[in-house]
């Protein structure tokens, strides 16, 4: 069952000819270039003089390569733009640090914890999983508004406070992994329920920790519908909602958009290509065993 | 083993006294009890976080859907909403055409990316050197903001200088103008919507990395070929994957929002006008939050009933181990 013993050559017993693999590879590789196209477009785009953008033939690599546009596309807007940098920053790490907090300790309930309507409690909670936003959406819009949370970060990072179905159950997978003859031998030595969960299931749960970590940073960062409901003054957006602003603008400044395209891509790439290994396995948890 | 180690350990079998924390109704608690009690206190910010975000707001938006309610205001009209919202008059309603244009999206996008993903999945699993280096190339464009892809493709939409069109009319085709022409933005948006599909291969890996060679190997021995191996092991045992990715694509591609946002903002002529981003004009362009509660009920109600049909159809089609199978039903 564990995702570790999975095997990787499940396809060696086949008697492939060497026809066979060049075609694999070739369509493996044919793929692979049509996947990053669109970046090298973007990363040529953004380093273009403003007479070339518009060219046909498209030029690649432009004439002179233009630096300076990364400079000129950070001052384009009406305010500093590390202070878009930094409220994505605050909104991905709170709402980060919210759900792993909570999520944690729910899922450690649900997953070691006997108490009386856990089925039927555990139960919800998986089948909001597939629930819509949308359906919840304006009532909390009005709450919040009632609430004067209306451009703040509030509700965009409170109720991460109050547990994920998804990450609670991927938690409480890796959980449930642990042999339970850890939890009697603790007990036995009088660990309380705490300290059960603070000693030994935590530390034991790092990988689905730093999955949900992962996780819930990028998609606070990458989120859109979100900010763009909440959030109206520019001194508050994100970088999502910069790079919205900056479509907005009377003429399309294409190398520009590219750039800040290209800075909001880069911290979730970045992560993923840290922590590959944690996305794969995050993935393949929820995937297959779910 | 280490924490274990770190607990303390009476020399009897038996828990030492504590020191008193004053607590004394807490420690003659039986540990059942105690254990009960901390549990509940653990889940307590998840059923107050569900009752109040979730039931509660579905609840609300069930009345405000009878209601017709602005910032301000709030007044009941009874089933108007509902009357108006399947009227078949466009100047009233964009239902039809919203609910139509996501169809057509859910509908043809999911076996492209579904298939695509497959195919992906297959190829990496042939024991090929790099298969790393490819699995992260493909997976790559699924960690991205949405935001930024639309406008990357936006751009690669364009239609006098947009690659896509340049690569066209290297093997002489004339592009279209995508984006702006109401026969080609919604494909424009499928081909898009193609591009993510490494987020669903990474799923099939995982799935096909799963199934235990000796199933293959008895497979050879009894004499089936590749193909009749891809169809008589590959497939049964990858049908629980098949399924659980079905059923997030389903319901992930019906809230397709950013890119028609962004991109077309609906157009041209509502030709991309999807059911979430005509429910998002509703409430947040026109604040007209009783009708655009209607609107998000008719959707609750027809994503769940896909997904209670996917699951009434996953008995035909969808193989469970043993006691998997006996688990779900």
């Given at each position: ?290 | ?83 108006m919202l399947f009227s078949a008059d466009k100047t009233r309603s964009l239902f039809w055409v919203s609910l139509y244009n996501t169809g057509y999206y859910v509908l043809l996008s999911i076996p492209f990316v579904m298939v695509t ?213």
């Amino acid at each position: 069952m564990s995702i570790a013993s999975r095997r990787r050559h499940t396809g060696s017993i086949r008697t492939t000819s060497l026809l066979q693999h060049a075609l694999v590879y070739l369509l493996l590789t044919v793929g692979a270039i049509i996947v990053l196209i669109p970046f090298a477009w973007m990363v040529s785009t953004s380093l273009k003089p403003a007479n070339q953008i518009k060219q046909f033939p498209p030029i690649w690599i432009p004439k002179p390569i233009l630096w300076s546009n990364w400079v000129n596309a950070l001052v384009i807007f009406p305010i500093p733009f590390s202070r878009f940098v930094l409220n994505s920053f605050y909104y991905a790490t709170f709402s980060t640090l919210g759900t792993l907090a909570s999520s944690a300790l729910i899922a450690f309930a649900f997953a070691r914890l006997r108490f009386r309507g856990s089925r039927v409690l555990f139960l919800i909670v998986l089948s909001t999983m597939m629930l819509p936003g949308q359906v919840t959406m304006i009532p909390l819009f009005l709450l919040f508004s009632k609430l004067r949370w209306v451009n703040t970060y509030n509700p965009l990072i409170v109720p991460s406070f109050f547990g994920s179905a998804y990450f609670i159950f991927l938690i409480r997978q890796f959980f449930a992994t642990v042999p339970l003859e850890l939890d009697d031998a603790a007990r036995i030595d009088g660990c309380g329920v705490m300290q059960l969960f603070f000693r030994i299931m935590l530390p034991l749960a790092k990988p689905a920790l730093g999955i949900t970590a992962i996780f819930s940073f990028s998609g606070a960062w990458n989120d859109f519908m979100g900010p763009l409901i909440y959030l109206s003054e520019m001194k508050q957006f994100p970088l999502a909602m910069a790079l919205m602003f900056l479509r907005g603008t009377y003429r399309v400044l294409w190398s520009e958009l590219m750039v800040v395209s290209f800075i909001t891509m880069l911290p979730p790439m970045v992560l993923f290509f840290i922590a590959q290994k944690f996305y794969i396995q995050g993935i393949v948890v929820s995937g297959v065993k779910g | 083993m280490t924490a274990t180690r770190q607990a303390p350990s009476p020399g009897s079998g038996q828990a030492l006294p504590r020191p008193s924390f004053g607590l004394g109704r807490w420690r003659a608690l039986k540990e059942r009890q105690r254990e009960e009690i901390i549990a509940y206190a653990l889940v307590s910010p998840w059923v107050i976080g569900f009752i109040i975000f979730t039931l509660g707001a579905m609840a609300a938006s069930l009345v405000l859907s009878f209601t017709e309610t602005d910032m301000l205001t709030l007044r009941w009209v009874g089933l108007d909403n509902f009357k108006m919202l399947f009227s078949a008059d466009k100047t009233r309603s964009l239902f039809w055409v919203s609910l139509y244009n996501t169809g057509y999206y859910v509908l043809l996008s999911i076996p492209f990316v579904m298939v695509t993903g497959f195919l992906l999945a297959v190829l990496l699993n042939q024991n090929v050197r790099g298969q790393t280096t490819y699995r992260n190339i493909y997976y790559l464009p699924s960690v991205l903001p949405s935001i930024a892809v639309s406008l990357l493709w936006l751009w690669l939409f364009h239609r006098d200088f947009g690659i896509l069109n340049y690569l066209l009319s290297l093997v002489g085709i004339k592009g279209p103008a995508w984006l702006f022409s109401v026969h080609w933005a919604k494909p424009a948006l499928l081909i898009m919507s193609v591009w993510g599909a490494g987020g669903n291969m990474l799923i099939f890996l995982g799935g096909l990395q799963a199934i235990p060679t000796q199933l293959y190997e008895a497979a050879t021995i009894d004499g089936a070929g590749s193909l009749r191996r891809f169809f008589s092991v590959t497939i049964p045992m990858m049908s629980p994957t098949l399924f659980f990715v079905l059923v997030t694509d389903v319901i992930g591609s019906f809230q397709v929002f950013t890119s028609a946002y962004i991109m077309t903002a609906g157009g041209p002529n509502n030709s991309t006008l999807m059911y979430v981003l005509y429910l998002y004009n509703l409430a947040f362009q026109q604040f007209r939050f009783g009708y655009a509660s209607a609107l998000a009920w008719v959707f609750f109600v027809i994503i769940m009933a896909f997904t209670v049909l996917l699951f009434r159809s996953s008995s035909v089609w969808v193989y469970y181990e043993g006691e998997i199978g006996g688990r779900r039903a």
